[in-house]
């Protein structure tokens, strides 16, 4: 499983990262930020926190640390998140150290005092097993696919399968393989009747209807048999993802939505904004707001009303 953290898990958690040395910031101090308030029952979609085990770490002009505890305060004062928060992969700043988890369980603790549900996903710079002992102690693998952390998460309107695409060896591409990919078969199968979205870190090597490719040698290695899976069956309505640190919706053929979700941390394309998202599933879709670091950002607010196919 990916870490979850859930209302039992808590204490246990916050005794494994005592000691972490980060600042606690309540739901009080962070409601005094103001802010609109999100729908009910929303998800709080983060990717590529890339934290450092050096609190003070910048990158192309970025405060990683700084900008994910932003995006953090912003989801507890908008009520934002109560559903679950979801980061989608690259917690760790380059290597997946201790250090670093370390310093990003620091950061995530005011979501668990504020309740949510927590779910974390692997990148291409995080280390599945240092993370497991660091972060995840308390969080047994509840009998996934060999050596990943997948999820089934049941919701209202929505089941969310959350993929590992953590190649072992693999700066930059990532792979499902052949036993994720079954298992996610599987469980689309013993759930056909109810929206399903999937979630991994990697994007596809898939020509949505836009027809542009987004580097190819960094995407999904097994884009194309992620791709059969999803297609072949009507209940997979969209693929949210991250590793490009860009905001951007497109659809394939097919009408699955694809979600590239924006960093918190830094941008390539200076033009990009670093945030996250506000998702709130409907029956026939899911609303999404883009929440920018920067409120002055062209997309700041933006907002998207999918429609499933
Ligand atoms: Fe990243």
Known sequence: MPLELGVLNRRRFLAEIAGAGAAWMSQEAAMATGG???????????????????????????????????????????????????????CARLHGHADDYHHFAGLIEPLIHGRRELHLLMGNHDNREVFAHTCARAFP????????????????????????????????????????????ASALDRHPDKPAVVMAHHHLKIRPENGRVFKP???????FELYEVMKSRPQVKAYFYGHTHRWEIARTREGIHLVNLPS???????????????????????????RCLTPLHCAHGERHRLQWR
Not at 74 to 81: F, K, Q, T, V, Y
Not at 165 to 182: F, K, M, V
């Open 264 to 290: 918190s941390a830094y941008v390539f394309d200076a033009s990009q904004p670093a945030g996250w998202v506000e998702a709130t599933p409907r029956e026939d879709g899911i609303d999404l707001e883009l």
């Open 36 to 90: 609109t308030m999100a729908p009910e029952g929303t998800w709080a979609l983060i990717s590529d926190t890339h934290i450092s085990a050096n609190p003070g770490e910048h990158h192309r002009g970025a405060w990683m640390a700084g900008n994910a505890g932003r995006a953090i305060t912003e989801i507890l004062s908008r009520d934002a998140g109560t559903a679950g928060v979801i980061v989608n992969g690259d």
């Open 217 to 223: 040698m960094s995407a999904l290695r097994d884009s």
């Open 141 to 184: 693998d509840r009998g996934g696919p060999t050596g990943r952390r997948t999820a089934f998460l049941p919701s209202e309107h929505v089941n969310w399968f959350l993929l590992d695409s953590l190649e072992d060896g693999s700066p930059i591409a990532g792979r499902l393989g052949r036993e994720q990919l079954d298992w996610l």
